[in-house]
């Protein structure tokens, strides 16, 4: 957490934020946001997919799992308000060589809403992030994004 607030500072000067608190449009980027019951928090600096996990984990937390439509459009707002292209999501292939059979978050909850964007999904890359458009993508998990965690 202490890291996470030290790195953000880094990242608090390339978009201008003040000293101290990383804010943009008085929304804040370095502190759990509560909504609707959950914390979130983004990461401040790219990692590969399972160094993501990890790094939530440590915070007693997960990858975010976008269960509706709703936190969909939340966790948008916190990738644009916080200046991230893209960021790591929790979601795995219920089966990686049977895509049909459909998609679960890492506790193994089955994910009843997805929001893939049109054009992926032709070839699993291995690992699912949310562009700040909101639209979900598959990519290669040697790349690294930021993430969202959640608790
Ligand atoms: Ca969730």
């Given at each position: 957490?202490l890291i996470t ?15 101290g ?5 008085n929304?804040t980027?370095?502190?759990?946001i509560p909504?609707?019951?959950?914390y979130?928090?983004s990461c401040?600096t790219r990692?590969?997919?399972?160094v ?10 997960h990858?975010v799992?976008?269960n ?21 999501i929790?979601l795995?292939?219920i089966?990686s060589t ?6 679960k978050?890492?506790d193994?909850?089955?994910?009843s809403y ?8 032709a070839?699993?890359e291995?690992c699912?992030?949310i562009?700040?458009d909101?639209q979900?993508h598959?990519?290669a998990?040697?790349?690294q ?7």
């Amino acid at each position: 957490m202490l890291i996470t607030i030290q790195l953000c500072k880094t990242l608090c000067q390339n978009v201008g934020g003040n000293e101290g608190r990383w804010t943009r449009d008085n929304f804040t980027c370095d502190a759990w946001i509560p909504w609707r019951g959950h914390y979130y928090i983004s990461c401040t600096t790219r990692m590969v997919w399972n160094v993501a996990a990890s790094h939530c984990g440590s915070m007693s937390a997960h990858l975010v799992y976008i269960n509706n439509a709703d936190e969909n459009s939340f966790v948008k707002s916190m990738l644009t308000n916080c200046n991230l292209n893209y960021a790591s999501i929790g979601l795995l292939p219920i089966d990686s060589t049977q895509l049909a059979l459909g998609w679960k978050w890492q506790d193994n909850i089955i994910a009843s809403y997805t929001n893939w964007e049109s054009s992926q999904l032709a070839h699993f890359e291995g690992c699912v992030g949310i562009a700040s458009d909101g639209q979900w993508h598959d990519y290669a998990c040697t790349t690294q994004y930021y993430c969202i965690c959640e608790y």
